[in-house]
């Protein structure tokens, strides 16, 4: 089988793997790309990946105005003959040839969608919603990993339940093995909360949950510490007069391990949308063997096992900083908590699960006319 992936991200197309680069953002010469690596060998598939790049006037115009790729498929179609089946990773490299496909037809390959934002965002109304209906006609089968998705697909795609699946999404647990040598032997770093994020994530809810600790004293909760630091990376732009808040901009991924194996926990404070985001930022935190406290939101209910992540309501200040206390003062719970996680991703969330629960779906909806 042939598989054609537009990707709506860029990659790095080298003859070898990138230490420093997470797989599904480098193409290494003659080795499979991200989790096909997990596919039977006897599968005999070929994956091509095409990524969003193009000109910097129009991949500019594309992501922020129109928030899709159509020179992405236009590069595309002219080898589509080749492939078996198209996989798109979002509706933004998917709309396109959804399209083109329900005006000029469908042709020989199939096409696949990994339904990452919920079509547009979840919209239930309006021409966004009667674009992305008339274009998932043409869909040969949707894979999400938000499982309140199909609550949606059953009010405005109705036609696409018996074409959809729910597959967790997985973490790579070699890329993000613990690596001892990076933890901070010394004890000299000041204790520090952490919480990774450019965007959505609700700031303001951690913010003021921080304040609320900071008032009422750490060295009341952790025991000869009199101050415990709350650490925000991936968004150099946050504003706070908030003592002992540090604001980090963006980080290599190997910093970025190092940042979360020295963190006392994490906290991923997220607001109620129907579609996914998060999951990966959480999976990869629980790996590395960290206590996680996220809100509790479709994206990350799915991913909740006895013990394994800390749940409070969206917005809620209090239930927020009653959480982050109760890390802060027990620790037994804490490390009941990053045993929990870690075991949670190596046993059920990560690639080697998602991806063969992904070569079934695909060889199922290959194998129908």
Not at 125 to 132: A, D, E, N, P, V
Not at 334 to 356: D, F, G, I, P, W
């Amino acid at each position: 089988m042939k598989i054609l992936m537009l990707v709506n991200w860029k990659v790095e197309y080298t003859d070898k793997p990138i230490g420093d680069k997470q797989p599904p953002d480098y193409v290494a010469k003659n080795q499979p790309y991200w989790f096909f690596r997990y596919f039977p060998e006897e599968s005999n598939i070929h994956v091509d990946v095409a990524d969003i790049r193009s000109f910097p006037w129009l991949e500019k115009f594309e992501k922020n105005k129109i928030r899709f790729y159509i020179w992405q498929t236009l590069k595309a179609l002219p080898r589509l003959k080749r492939y078996d089946l198209v996989l798109s990773h979002g509706m933004q490299s998917g709309i396109a040839l959804c399209l083109l496909r329900r005006i000029f037809g469908k042709g020989r390959y199939k096409h696949v969608v990994f339904d990452i934002g919920a079509f547009n965002s979840a919209r239930e109304t309006g021409r966004s919603l009667r674009l992305m209906q008339f274009a998932s006609k043409s869909l040969d089968g949707v894979i999400y990993h938000t499982a309140s998705q199909k609550a949606y697909y059953e009010k405005c795609h109705p036609w696409l339940l018996p074409k959809s699946r729910f597959i967790p999404f997985g973490t790579d647990t070699e890329f993000f093995a613990p690596d001892e040598e990076m933890r901070d032997r010394a004890g000299q770093a000041e204790p520090y909360i952490l919480c990774v994020g450019y965007y959505k994530r609700d700031w303001d809810t951690l913010l003021a949950a921080y304040r609320q600790l900071a008032e009422s004293r750490f060295d009341k909760m952790v025991e000869g510490i009199r101050q415990v630091r709350l650490r925000l990376i991936g968004n150099r732009n946050i504003r706070t007069e908030i003592e002992g808040v540090e604001v980090l901009d963006q980080v290599s991924v190997t910093e970025l391990k190092r940042q979360i194996l020295n963190a006392l926990f994490c906290v991923l404070p997220l607001q109620q949308f129907n579609y996914s985001y998060g999951q990966m930022t959480l999976l990869q935190q629980m790996v590395l063997g960290k206590a996680v406290i996220a809100a509790n939101v479709s994206s990350i209910q799915a991913y909740k096992r006895e013990g394994n992540l800390m749940l409070y309501e969206p917005e809620d200040v209090e239930g927020l900083a009653a959480c982050m206390g109760e890390l802060l003062s027990n620790v037994e719970k804490r490390e009941q908590m990053e045993r929990k996680a870690r075991e949670s991703v190596l046993n059920v969330y990560n690639e080697q699960n998602m991806a063969k629960e992904i070569y079934a779906v695909i060889k199922e909806w290959m194998e129908k006319e």
